[in-house]
Protein backbone atom coordinates (compact mmCIF):
# COMPACT_ATOMS: atom_id res chain seq x y z
CA UNK A 1 0.00 0.00 0.00
CA UNK A 2 1.06 3.19 -0.83
CA UNK A 3 1.90 6.46 1.80
CA UNK A 4 -0.17 9.32 1.38
CA UNK A 5 0.63 12.49 2.41
CA UNK A 6 -1.97 15.42 2.43
CA UNK A 7 -5.47 15.57 3.42
CA UNK A 8 -8.66 13.75 1.24
CA UNK A 9 -10.96 15.67 -0.67
CA UNK A 10 -14.00 15.08 2.20
CA UNK A 11 -11.80 16.33 4.81
CA UNK A 12 -10.95 19.63 3.11
CA UNK A 13 -15.01 19.97 1.98
CA UNK A 14 -15.95 19.28 5.38
CA UNK A 15 -13.26 21.89 6.90
CA UNK A 16 -14.16 24.33 4.65
CA UNK A 17 -17.73 24.05 5.47
CA UNK A 18 -16.73 24.32 9.21
CA UNK A 19 -15.43 27.64 8.56
CA UNK A 20 -17.97 28.56 6.09
CA UNK A 21 -20.61 28.11 9.22
CA UNK A 22 -18.38 29.83 11.57
CA UNK A 23 -18.32 32.82 8.86
CA UNK A 24 -21.62 33.08 8.07
CA UNK A 25 -22.76 33.20 11.94
CA UNK A 26 -19.91 35.97 13.19
CA UNK A 27 -20.21 38.50 10.02
CA UNK A 28 -23.34 39.86 11.31
CA UNK A 29 -21.89 40.19 14.45
CA UNK A 30 -18.83 42.20 12.84
CA UNK A 31 -21.35 44.02 10.70
CA UNK A 32 -23.16 45.70 12.95
CA UNK A 33 -19.56 46.80 15.21
CA UNK A 34 -18.53 48.28 12.22
CA UNK A 35 -21.79 50.07 12.06
CA UNK A 36 -21.59 51.29 15.47
CA UNK A 37 -18.09 52.52 15.34
CA UNK A 38 -19.05 55.02 12.39
CA UNK A 39 -21.65 55.87 14.44
CA UNK A 40 -19.49 56.88 16.95
CA UNK A 41 -17.00 58.56 14.91
CA UNK A 42 -20.17 60.59 13.76
CA UNK A 43 -21.03 61.45 17.51
CA UNK A 44 -17.62 62.79 17.54
CA UNK A 45 -18.09 64.65 14.54
CA UNK A 46 -21.15 66.05 15.58
CA UNK A 47 -20.02 67.15 18.84
CA UNK A 48 -16.93 68.69 17.32
CA UNK A 49 -19.27 70.84 14.55
CA UNK A 50 -21.74 71.69 17.39
CA UNK A 51 -18.24 73.07 19.59
CA UNK A 52 -17.18 75.24 16.75
CA UNK A 53 -21.06 77.01 16.59
CA UNK A 54 -21.42 77.58 19.90
CA UNK A 55 -17.48 79.58 19.79
CA UNK A 56 -18.77 81.25 16.77
CA UNK A 57 -22.08 82.35 18.69
CA UNK A 58 -19.69 83.38 21.94
CA UNK A 59 -17.33 85.21 20.08
CA UNK A 60 -20.68 87.12 18.24
CA UNK A 61 -19.93 85.85 14.95
CA UNK A 62 -22.32 85.04 12.42
CA UNK A 63 -24.23 82.00 12.65
CA UNK A 64 -25.64 79.74 9.43
CA UNK A 65 -29.02 79.96 8.66
CA UNK A 66 -31.05 77.55 10.97
CA UNK A 67 -31.83 74.72 9.47
CA UNK A 68 -28.58 74.52 7.76
CA UNK A 69 -27.07 71.39 6.43
CA UNK A 70 -23.69 69.94 6.27
CA UNK A 71 -22.48 66.68 4.67
CA UNK A 72 -19.55 64.50 5.85
CA UNK A 73 -19.03 61.54 4.47
CA UNK A 74 -22.85 60.74 3.12
CA UNK A 75 -24.14 62.07 6.68
CA UNK A 76 -26.49 64.89 6.69
CA UNK A 77 -26.05 67.14 9.89
CA UNK A 78 -29.08 69.71 10.50
CA UNK A 79 -28.34 72.11 13.06
CA UNK A 80 -31.29 74.32 15.11
CA UNK A 81 -30.91 77.05 17.11
CA UNK A 82 -33.32 77.47 20.52
CA UNK A 83 -33.84 80.55 22.50
CA UNK A 84 -34.09 78.96 26.11
CA UNK A 85 -34.86 82.43 27.86
CA UNK A 86 -32.83 85.28 28.64
CA UNK A 87 -29.55 85.47 26.92
CA UNK A 88 -28.80 81.71 26.41
CA UNK A 89 -29.30 79.16 24.04
CA UNK A 90 -29.09 76.09 22.76
CA UNK A 91 -27.30 74.68 19.43
CA UNK A 92 -28.41 71.58 18.50
CA UNK A 93 -27.01 69.12 15.80
CA UNK A 94 -29.60 65.92 14.49
CA UNK A 95 -28.26 63.02 12.05
CA UNK A 96 -29.42 60.11 10.99
CA UNK A 97 -26.61 57.31 12.17
CA UNK A 98 -24.77 54.57 10.00
CA UNK A 99 -26.98 52.17 12.49
CA UNK A 100 -30.32 53.57 11.56
CA UNK A 101 -31.00 55.64 14.77
CA UNK A 102 -31.63 59.16 15.09
CA UNK A 103 -29.22 61.49 16.95
CA UNK A 104 -29.35 65.04 18.47
CA UNK A 105 -26.45 66.81 20.17
CA UNK A 106 -27.41 70.01 21.88
CA UNK A 107 -24.89 72.91 23.66
CA UNK A 108 -25.77 75.67 25.74
CA UNK A 109 -24.40 79.40 24.46
CA UNK A 110 -24.80 82.66 25.96
CA UNK A 111 -26.58 84.53 23.21
CA UNK A 112 -26.04 87.91 22.30
CA UNK A 113 -29.47 88.30 20.08
Given at each position: ?K???GFT??E??????ILL?F??TF?????Q?YN???AI?QK?????L???????????E?????????D???????W??????????E?C??????N?????S???A????
Amino acid sequence: MKKRDGFTLIEVLTSLSILLLFASTFFPWFFQIYNERVAIDQKMFADELNYRLVQDQLAGEYLPEEGTTTDNRGTVYTWQYKQTGGQTAEICISWEGRNGRMYESCQAAYSPR
